[in-house]
């Protein structure tokens, strides 16, 4: 087990892995089909994927296990697999990146509400646990709590992972511009709120995920450091704001356009820098050169 902490001290800037969910509907996952089965059933693709990144340079890759809690496989009668499904998910990722990259285990958003009392605290956070040591089982360095837009739910699954594997946590929040120019969560959460609260339930690197593209993470992860300057940020945008065009959802921003602004988002305070929807192998690749030149 490598620490992410300890490799973020010797290499200062690392880069990470860009889009999964994307890439897997690009390979062929159907709309209603549940991609971490794929970690059984179509391995080689979800192998490819991870392989994708690591041939890209990224120092870090993710799990295909965004999806991967009890209450997500419930929609695909999957629930009982859970632990087998993230495990596998793990297994991949841990043998694409080998023994000198780093894995982080995904654990994306339930979609139950803790607040509208959809399910109890003890079973949302039993089912973190499962997924959690499943994924440690399956030999990530880290687990990363990502996507998250409610403080109960994220504070729950950071306390759920630090305590059932012993892992560094990374939490990461999804915020949107509001028309007052603030960034919130789609529950309301301020950026000051997430860095609090996610602290203090035990992640040790914080930061942003998806939603927006690099402008717009430049800003939030300043907004960051504003609050707490010394915790490590992690950043994985999106290749800009999806556009529906002819049929098809297309994100627009470029490999290019992504890594030349990579220096400006080095110097709002990220520390670990990556993709989300929309980035491919291609951007992970511009983004490692444009840190190695710096
Ligand atoms: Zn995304």
């Known amino acids: 087990m490598s620490s992410l902490l300890a490799a973020l001290k010797n290499k200062k800037i690392l880069i990470s892995d860009g889009a999964w969910g994307t890439f ?31 041939d890209a340079g990224a120092d870090i890759i993710l799990t295909n296990s965004f999806g991967g809690s009890p209450s997500k496989l419930t929609h695909f009668e999957l629930q009982n697999r859970c632990a087998e499904l993230n495990e ?57 709590i990502e996507t998250m837009s409610a403080l109960d739910e994220a504070c729950l699954a950071i306390r759920a992972a630090r305590k059932s594997t012993g892992l560094e946590v990374v939490c990461t929040f999804t915020f949107e511009k509001t028309l007052s120019g603030e960034y919130r969560t789609m529950m309301g959460v301020s950026v000051a709120e997430m860095v609090q609260a996610v602290k ?25 450091r504003n609050i707490d300057a010394v915790t490590p940020i992690l950043v994985h945008a999106n290749a800009g704001k999806p556009i ?18 990579v220096r400006d988002m080095i110097k709002s305070g990220a520390n670990i820098i990556g993709g989300c929807c929309g980035t491919t192998p291609t951007h992970i690749q511009r983004l490692v050169d444009a840190v190695r030149i710096r």
């Open 88 to 144: 596998a998910a793990a297994v991949i990722s841990r043998t694409a990146a080998g023994t000198d990259h780093l894995v982080l285990g995904s654990i994306g958003p339930t979609g139950v509400m803790l607040m509208m009392g959809e399910i109890s605290e003890e079973t949302l956070y039993d089912g973190f646990c499962v997924q959690a040591e499943a994924l440690k089982k399956g030999g990530v360095d880290a687990i990363c």
């Open 24 to 54: 897997l509907h690009q390979r062929g996952l159907q709309p209603g089909e549940c991609p971490e089965l794929w970690n059984v059933t179509h391995r080689d693709d979800v192998f490819e994927i991870a392989k994708s990144y690591i």
């Open 200 to 224: 203090e339930a035990g992640a040790s690197i914080i930061g942003s995920n998806c939603g927006n593209g690099f402008d717009q993470m430049i800003d939030i992860v300043r907004e960051i």
């Open 244 to 261: 529906f065009q002819d049929g098809k959802t297309v994100f627009p921003e470029t490999p290019e356009m992504m890594a030349a602004k």
